[in-house]
């Protein structure tokens, strides 16, 4: 089974910098996604960025990127230059295989809280 | 265009009760899915459906009962509510089993 943790349920960061959102996984599987959502206070589920675990490269969205360390089993979800709407509750994900398809597995999320 | 769209937003009703949830997608995906969030914002997934064919059941009570009649719409079926049941349920969609889901606003159920 896929098991994905978040060991940080509050973060604070001050407008303008950047921060780093930890995730680390473990999954048995050769091939498996990573995703991360954002969820702010209004309740919605919002997709931001994903990560195949053959792509080589980091995947980048505008202001999000993904520090991808496979060895690490690691998915930190970087944003840079923060800004005040992105005060929410971030979850990491990973897609695992079961049977002939693939389930979600969410982290407990953290709680980004941006500063002005 | 809403992409996931749930009915309805809120409801409040009373425990013994049955009702449902509707939701529907407009994005041509083939799979969609149920989740239940927790007042401790955990995410847990209810069911999933692709093409119309339950795919994942987790345990989750008998009460529960999803239904597909295509590939746009799950409906969630709640019978005999019982106070543990309040939390936010989300519909989601996404092109196939392991891509990125797009989920629906979510609908805050509060049994009294």
């Known amino acids: 089974a896929q098991k994905i943790t978040q060991t940080q349920p509050g973060m604070f960061v001050q407008e303008k910098e950047a921060v780093t959102l930890d995730c680390t996984y473990d999954?048995?599987?050769?091939?498996?996604?990573l995703f991360w959502y954002k969820q702010p206070s209004s309740g919605e589920m919002i997709f931001l960025i994903y990560?195949?675990?053959?792509?080589?490269q980091n995947a980048t969205e505008g202001r999000y990127s993904l520090n991808f360390q496979k060895a690490r089993k690691s998915a930190n979800l970087v944003i840079s230059a923060s800004q005040l709407g992105d005060s929410a509750m971030y979850f990491c994900?990973?897609?695992?295989?079961?049977?002939?398809?693939?389930?979600?597995?969410f982290g407990s999320g953290t709680k980004l809280n941006v500063k002005p | 265009d809403t992409a996931v769209s749930q009915t309805p937003k809120y409801l409040v009703t009373q425990m013994g009760n049955d009702k449902s949830i509707k939701c529907e997608q407009n994005?041509?995906?083939?799979?969609m899915y149920w989740y239940k969030q927790d007042s401790k914002k955990f995410l847990k997934i209810m069911f999933s459906?692709?093409?119309?064919?339950?795919?994942i059941n987790e345990t989750v009570p008998n009460r529960f009962s999803p239904k597909s009649p295509d590939k746009a719409h799950l409906n969630l079926h709640i019978n005999s509510l019982e106070l543990g049941d309040s939390a936010v349920y989300f519909c989601?969609?996404?092109?196939?089993?392991?891509?990125?889901?797009?989920f629906g606003p979510g609908t805050r159920l509060t049994v009294t």
């Open positions: 999954t048995s599987d050769q091939s498996y996604g």
């Open positions: 989601a969609s996404s092109q196939d089993t392991g891509y990125e889901q797009y």
């Open positions: 990560q195949g675990s053959y792509d080589e």
């Open positions: 459906y692709n093409n119309k064919e339950l795919i």
């Open positions: 994005l041509g995906h083939d799979t």
């Open positions: 994900a990973i897609s695992g295989q079961v049977y002939n398809f693939n389930k979600f597995y």
